[in-house]
């Protein structure tokens, strides 16, 4: 069992930067890939970053590649979502997830309650 607490969000203009944390409890953090996955106002939530339980292999979503990074930190249970040059088609509720499958799926196992970015032009 996991229990993720996003964090982070928050009102920025286009071109700046946020950094979005995820606090994990539970001993078995390290054996899972973590995600994060956004939502914009109406519509899916849709996968955007994913790390490995060593955080030796990450994945990406094509509209983020070059502007975002997600990291881990097992020895603190977090993992991380740096978002760069954000836009404003950025905006949308970010979750942080936590899976035993597939790492680009939606099909994750535990979720956290989100945090709501937005982007101004």
């Known amino acids: 069992q996991v229990q993720l607490v996003d964090s982070g969000g928050g009102l920025v203009q286009a071109g700046g930067s946020l950094r979005l944390s995820c606090a994990a409890s539970?001993?078995?953090?390290?054996?899972?890939?973590m995600g994060w996955f956004r939502q914009p106002p109406g519509k899916e939530r849709s996968f955007v970053a994913a790390?490995?339980?060593?955080?030796?292999?990450?994945y990406y979503a094509d509209f983020v590649k070059g502007r975002f990074t997600i990291s881990r930190e097992n020895a603190r249970n977090t993992v991380s979502l740096q978002m760069n040059r954000l836009k404003p088609e950025d905006t949308a509720v970010y979750y942080c997830?936590?899976?035993?499958?597939?790492?680009?799926?939606?099909?994750?196992?535990?979720w956290g309650q989100g945090t709501q970015v937005t982007v101004s032009s």
């Open positions: 997830a936590a899976t035993y499958g597939s790492p680009t799926n939606n099909n994750y196992d535990y």
């Open positions: 539970g001993r078995t953090f390290s054996s899972y890939y």
């Open positions: 790390i490995s339980w060593s955080g030796g292999t990450t």
